[in-house]
């Protein structure tokens, strides 16, 4: 009785445990699967991105003698550069979010390892307990024996 005890509280430990990693892992699961979809579309703005840039770069006329709009030129180029940073900041902003969650998943993942490790020392202590206490029933028997004596 005591043995079906110990498995029902190891079962509904190791039940709990399962529960608590699903709901850490499970919301985080949505957002990994999106990432690749993400990551294409980021992939497709930057490309599109560097090409406008560079159709405008090319556009200057870059021979002896020419003019161009300064004002207009530095309006260009400063929000091809604001463009950039907020690109920038975004990736950033991602790959934060990226690196916490990666290192959250490794932290669960060798917190599992660690509780796996103590599941089996508990279940090769489970009959190392059962002979202990067949021994004390005995011993506790024989002891009753002989005050009876």
């Not at 560097?50 to 030129?73: E, F, H, I, T, Y």
């Amino acid at each position: 009785m005591r043995k079906t005890i110990v498995e029902k509280k190891i079962q509904m430990q190791r039940l709990k445990l399962e529960i608590k990693s699903y709901q850490i892992i499970n919301p985080q699961m949505f957002l990994l699967n999106e990432w690749s979809r993400l990551e294409r579309k980021n992939q497709e703005s930057v490309s599109r991105l560097a090409r406008k840039l560079l159709g405008l770069s090319v556009r200057l006329p870059l021979v002896q003698g020419a003019k161009a709009d300064v004002v207009c030129l530095y309006e260009v180029l400063t929000t091809a550069m604001g463009v950039m940073d907020s690109i920038e900041a975004m990736i950033a902003k991602f790959i934060s979010k990226i690196e916490t969650t990666l290192y959250l998943l490794t932290e669960l993942r060798s917190m599992l390892e660690q509780e796996d490790e103590y599941l089996e020392e508990l279940e090769m202590a489970v009959p190392l307990l059962r002979a202990l206490l067949a021994k004390e029933e005995s011993v506790q028997i024989h002891l009753i024996q002989a005050a009876n004596y």
